[in-house]
Each structure stands twice: as structure tokens, then as C-alpha cells.
């Protein structure tokens, strides 16, 4: 075992004795490598199309420092969305920053996010648990002025987009429509596709056909 020992001999002829000593030490054997993998925090919530980030910790435990490559894998699968590490390796003791991305077409729900360290031919893992929510979505459409005497002109419809939904904005105005439905019908009065401005106003002159007709 590890420890400083001391040899000895003593040797004999004819009538004299002689001894000798030498001292040995004996190191430990080298400490095997090993390290923990830790994620914080290990939960978090994201709506549908939006990302969320975690810091991913891989902990020299014995030994000499290693590299040690890091990857994720989604139960179920992470539909649409993706994961990634920056860096994707790195030397302990060391921390990554996790990246989960989802997209609009994300089945909501709950995820659990095994992250697996890999270096000296030793595997760590570490658990997240991601939650999923529905994305929403809201508008509010204000208009000025609001009322008039015929023919009225130049009334401007201002939108006003909210929620946690992603995605450039599809606009659609009727100057005369009183259900509470969301389909798109024909004819409308305005109509703009793939924009990211929020508000939007529609031009003043988009209702002046409607409201101006003084019967």
C-alpha cells in the first residue's frame, strides 16, 4: 500500500556484521477520472415557437481534467423544435449553455430533456423537463373617428396585435362584418399578408366607399 518504508540489511563475515538501510515510497495509485453532469434550474416553460435556455454543468470529480462532448435528447419527441449547446464541448470543469427552440407546431406538453455528457470514455447524464404551452393570440382594432355623420371619410382602422404567438401578421379589415368568426371571406376592404408591423393601420380612404354613402 501507499506509505515511506525503510529496507534493511545486515550482513555477517567472520567476525564483523554490517547492515544497510534505504528508505522506499510508495505512491497511491493515480485517482481514477470522473466527473457529475448538472443542469440549472432543471424545469422551465415556453410557449409554442419561442425558445428557452438552460446552463449545463459538467463537474471534475477525480482525476485529470478531460474534454467532454455534450448532446440532448427529447421524450417525446421534440416535434418541429430543436436542441443545442454552446459550446458543444468543452474541458472540466466547464459550463454550456442549452438551447431548446420550439416551433408553432409544437404539440403542447410536457417534455422530458435527457442531456448526456460524454469524455474518458465515461457517460454522465442530467434530466431538464420542459413544458410546452399554446401559444395565443389577440387583437384589438380601435377606429377614429368612430362615429359621423354621413358620408363619412377618412376613417382609419388601427390593429393592434398581442399575445405569445410567433410569426410574420396577416391583416384583414371589413369595414362591415358584426360576426365574432375568424374565417377569411370575400369581399373585405383591406388586406395585408406577411408583415411584421404591429399596430397596423389600414389606409384612411379603405372604409370611404361604405361610410360615405350618405343613404
Avoid: W
Amino acid at each position: 500500500s501507499a506509505g515511506t518504508y525503510t529496507a534493511k540489511v545486515i550482513v555477517e563475515r567472520g567476525s564483523l556484521a554490517a547492515e544497510s538501510r534505504v528508505t522506499i515510497t510508495v505512491s497511491p495509485p493515480p485517482v481514477s477520472f470522473n466527473f457529475s453532469l448538472s443542469t440549472s434550474p432543471t424545469s422551465g416553460s415556453v410557449t409554442q415557437g419561442r425558445s428557452i435556455t438552460t446552463t449545463t454543468t459538467a463537474t471534475l470529480s477525480s482525476g485529470t481534467t478531460q474534454a467532454v462532448s455534450l448532446s440532448a435528447t427529447s421524450s417525446p419527441a421534440l416535434t418541429g423544435g430543436s436542441i443545442s449547446f454552446s459550446p458543444t464541448s468543452c474541458n472540466l470543469t466547464c459550463s454550456s449553455t442549452m438551447t431548446i427552440n420550439t416551433a408553432s407546431s409544437t404539440p403542447v406538453g410536457t417534455y422530458t430533456i435527457t442531456i448526456t455528457g460524454t469524455g474518458g470514455g465515461l457517460t454522465r447524464t442530467a434530466t431538464y423537463t420542459l413544458t410546452v404551452g399554446a401559444a395565443t393570440l389577440s387583437v384589438t382594432l380601435i377606429a377614429t373617428p368612430s362615429s359621423g355623420t354621413a358620408p363619412l371619410t377618412g376613417v382609419v382602422l388601427r390593429a393592434t396585435v398581442a399575445g405569445t404567438a410567433t410569426g410574420t401578421i396577416n391583416y384583414t379589415f371589413y369595414c362591415n362584418r358584426s360576426d365574432s368568426g375568424t374565417n377569411i371571406t370575400i369581399p373585405y376592404q383591406h388586406k395585408l399578408d406577411g408583415t411584421s408591423t404591429n399596430p397596423y393601420s389600414a389606409p384612411a380612404t379603405t372604409c370611404n366607399s361604405i361610410y360615405a354613402n350618405p343613404g
